[in-house]
């Protein structure tokens, strides 16, 4: 399966994004899909889950800001991200939450700064 992330940039405080994941593959449906992020010299996080049957799950730092979903028709992971804060500042990646990982893709670099 080969994970593609688009949608970053730089942003100002404040400010909206909205990323994309495609994923190759017939069985993406099955799995639960998550958002992952990795800030400079910090290791790489969980910050917004989603199951196959559409329910999400977010980490504090993001919860009421971020949003997830997906389309299973289209292999895709969106994340919807609102209010942006420098500290959202990373490389974003989506790939499954359980069992073993998908090959990392290149992930997308958001920049929120004034």
């Known amino acids: 399966v080969q994970l593609v992330e688009s949608g970053g940039g730089l942003v100002q405080p404040g400010g909206s994004l909205r990323l994309s994941c495609t994923a190759s593959?017939?069985?993406?449906?099955?799995?639960?899909m998550g958002w992952y992020r990795q800030a400079p010299g910090k290791q790489r996080e969980l910050v917004a889950t989603?199951?196959?049957?559409?329910?999400?799950i977010y980490a504090d730092s993001v919860k009421g800001r971020f949003t997830i979903s997906r389309d299973n028709a289209k292999n895709t992971v969106n994340l919807q991200m609102n209010s942006l804060k420098s500290e959202d500042t990373a490389v974003y990646y989506c790939?499954?939450?359980?069992?073993?990982?998908?090959?990392w893709g290149q992930g997308t670099q958001v920049t929120v700064s004034s």
């Open positions: 790939n499954k939450v359980t069992g073993l990982r998908y090959t």
């Open positions: 989603i199951t196959s049957g559409g329910m999400p």
């Open positions: 593959g017939s069985i993406f449906s099955m799995n639960t």
